[in-house]
């Protein structure tokens, strides 16, 4: 397990600011991820369960999800998107879900990660706040530079609610962790497509022409090659499906 | 650090550490029920209900659950009497270790005080963060389903097997009625097709609940873990980080200098003494190739040192300071690779005797030959030749390898510890730690899940290496990572059949070449191997047969006993092969196999050749006979429940509504053994109490396969009692009588047997004490039955009235009885293994839609352990085929050591499973019984490879079949 030398619980996001721009020191949201690492490196634990980062609020035509509430919570909050329920059931087994937490899942990073994918269709933003204030980006501009989570903390993150959502993965058993799977969101304005386990985090994709500039990772359970034909089948099948021609 | 937490109901202020888990502090707080599966909290057996949710403990800091209400399983044992969902769970059979039985009792609280009425997805959904090796979520499923039932006050039907009328004469095959089903039925209800051979019997053949139900569904202490002992250290080992390397110097100075060690060993102070810890019978298979501590490591993984200290965190950082020069060594992987001439040598060491061949890494050549193979394949009317490629899984039970030893107060040695075979480890491990057997004790509580990995003395030396050192307890429990790569996996394999089959499809000579990897060291690789060969030549009649093996030394992790023990590498091969041949023939496939399957009365004309200790190069004068044998009836049943005649019907293979998918079914014959003919021996010893009850002691291991429960079912029959009046305690050394342990199959027939034969002698004793109370002269004439003995004329005396008497009255004597038997024999069970599939053909993606198997084991004790070993080994068998592996880098490191990379079977994505009971009556077993263990590893993968090439004309003669394995294979065909 993880090398935990100490424990702290600020009640402020002040105090939390504080306390994780301190070398070593580390925001601890749901844990499963952290306290299961095996790090040799002593570890600050900066846990943020005090701050009130739990409510999923409607906010000018979006839902803002407060980056410690948890997969659990949102797969039985009816307010959030069908979609979103879905993948945060498929993220993990039940015994993780009341723990793991959306903001946690966001700052992993998981190339796999099909909740990250559904959050890329909802055009998710992210709301953090840093020693600069509060700031808002793109959760595509937060996958790919995480190093701004050294001192910043993700208070919310929020996402449109419209639309309508299909999956397609590949997994070597039902319930696996795909190898590759593509969520297309359609809405008023168009197509949303993202692929995970093609590049080190999931990724947002032009539809109409999905696996252009892709260049997926080998690993046991694919090689790079297999990835890529795979991406071209699954999202190819979530444009027809979605156009109810299959 | 100070915390507070709800603790079921009670507010508790605890210390603890701020690195430590909130499963360490309940099971400090005395949680028994909250089990360790893994770090990362993805077994599931740790989980709690925090704050009202189903969450695992293991990745929960004790800090963070500082304030919030924590509900353990414990909170349900106010009373006595058992909670409706504990006693759905004990009625359905639904545990078989129970190690994780808290946690899905705890999950289904929280789901039915949410939804009285579950759909089965969701009651799946819940159980889908709970990894369970044993039960294939099926019995568990029907549990929750039956405790929802009692919690809305209904009276749900009594869980009972559906009995089915046969479809055979037992003899011939039957054509089946594709419009005929089976009657309708939960998957978790075995169906039963009973014989007219088999006499009526009370206690045996039904479906009772399991003797340790109560201690398991209550979370009550019962796994080493459970058991807490003053003053104990925690072990910790340093493994090596390479494939094969030289120790050049070990400096353990740091590492003794830091506060709270206590000892650190390694081979500079550890005596070397060579063994082969394979857990077998008295002599140990040569080579005896390994020691406690080496100067050499040979896989990533293996031993380098170890240290006791007064936490597992100063232990393992104890590991981190010991400083090891290494010499690295080419290292090298596969079988057929390791034999060449520029592949290193693994065993170079000169105190290693009886290698074959230690410059080639060939340990073993294994050869047995039945007649004369090669002029029967050059006059046969057709060949065929196949090679096959078997690859390594590991048995992943959920309870990992742990044995706490201590020296107790006369200064034995005993070693509590999760192991198959208590009597073999006391003999292997008295001589590594130089004492007596006479002087070591071996205590085997309830076991977590073996399947085969727990058959060997694994970590009990160094647990007891400790303890001696350091004069205290001392615990050792591996980590799931160390699970993985540093206990024993299945062995890794390269077949090749020849068959000859005449014109009329009759096989006249088939031979396997088998290449086996029994990674560094040779433990169980000589016997895996050989009943491979065993089992791969016996299935079909033949009069020439050739087994030709090599076993080969490499540098993987190590492989060792796994439930099936080559025989599902084996018959993978053999039932791909035959299915091949059938096709090429242009006979059915079944019906190919049926004109070749061995029926009662053939004679198993190669097994005697092939034994544990060496094989037979003459011609014996007799060999033995299959005397029971149901598979005409298994196969008629099997064919009917998965509408077998779907496999020809192009519109339900093809289905136009789903242009990328194709539907197939597949078939496997199985045929498997019971027990090692004249070398497995079990021993029991049975005692009258003043009641008119009875202690049972047996050495035999129950590993949650119900064994204590069928063993007492055995007495109770012989006794006239019901299975509560027998009291079984099992495997003790210093206690219970020898048995060889839990393995091959053996323990209903052989330790059932030794039962038998003890209750006979009890038996006989209390009819003649009963004839002195009626004054009977003829003390056989004197029946017993409910708990009393009948003289002809209708006159009884209680079992309590003859304890009594007996004890304490007149003639004082203890009624008791011994029985110990080995067996001549060894009845293969049969069995018809089904599978349904679709095959995405865009992506290479199977789905398991159905498994069926419809199996022969003679009389099943208790139906519903015994469709729960059928249940639980179909779910091995199908990870083993589909997704499980053991993936090693270019530098022999396990690059997928935990669950998820390492991907086993959720109870969210399990196919259907049924499971058919074909009742025989095998004469030389207990009450008919034969084996019913492995048997279910053997047949799914052949059977999802022959629906693959039933669904797409594709041949994969390799495993697992992974999406994009799958994939190339349907590009290059």
Redesign the interface.
Known sequence: MAKIISYQRPESLEDALNLISQEKHIPLAGGTLLNAGDDVEPLHLVDLQGLDLKRIEEAEGRLQIGSMVTLDEIIKNTNCPESIRISARSELPSTLRALATIGGTVASADSDSQLLACLLVHDAEVVILGPNGESTSPISDVLGNLEIFNSQLILSISVATDGKCVFESTGRTPADTPIVSVTTRKCADGYRMAITGVATTPVLVDHENPTLSLKPPSDFRGSSKYRMQLAEVLSSRTLNSMDGEN | ?RITIELNGQKREIDCE??E?LLTVLRREGMSSVRFGS????T?AS?VL??G????S????A??A?GHSVITLESLNTEASLHPVQAAFAATGAMQSGYSVG?MIL?ALQLLEENPTPTETEIR??????LDRETAYVKPVAAIKQAAALLRGEEPEPFRPLILKPMTDGVNAVEVDPNDSPPDASDAVPRLVPSSEVPSTSVVGQPEIKVDAVRLVKGNPAFTADFDIRGLLHAKVLLSPHAHARIISIDDSEANALPGVHAVIHHENINRVKYASGGQSYPNPKPHDQVSFDNKVRHVGDRVAAVAAETPEIAQEAC?LIKVEYEILPAVFDELEAGKPDAPVIHDEVDTEDIADRDRNLVHQIFAQRGDVDSALESAARTYEQTFRVHQVQPAPIEPHISTAWLDSDERLVVRTATQVPFHTRRMLAPLVGMDIKDVRIIKPRIGGGFGAKQEMLIEDIAAHLAIATRKPVQLELTRAEEFFASRTRHPQTLTYRTGVDSEGNLVAQELKLVGNTGPYGTHGYTVQTVAGLRGLSSYNCDNKRFDCDVMYTNIPVPGAYRGYGAPQALFGLEAHMEDIALDLGIDPIEFRRRNWVKVGDELNIAPHLGEHGTVEEELDEYPKVMSNGIEECVAQGTRAIAWHRRHDESWKNPVDRPHIRRGLGFAFCMHGTSIPFLDMGGCSIKLNDDGSFNMLVGATDLGTGADTVLGQIAAEVLGVPLEDIRVYSSDTDVTPFDTGAYASSTTYISGTAVKKAADVVRQRLKERAAMLLDIEIPCSIELRDKRAWAPDGRSVSLEEIALDSLHLNEQEQIMGTGSHVSPDCPPPFAAQFVEIEI?I????I?IIKMIMAVDCGVAINPVTASGQVEGGMLQALGYA??E?I?LDEKGKM??PSF?PY?I??A??MPETEVFLVQTMEDSGPFGAKAVAEIPKDGVAPAIRNAILNATGVRINELPF???RV?QALQRD
């Open positions: 650090m701020v690195h888990t770090s990362s909290g993805e599931g989980a925090f704050d949710r189903l969450a695992s293991e990745v929960i800091l800090a963070q500082d946690a999950g959904d819940m159980l889908s963060g709970i981190n995405d865009e992506t290479g993606q789905e589909h997704c592996e993936v690059v997928n998820g991907r079977y959720r969210d994505e992974t999406p994009e994939h």
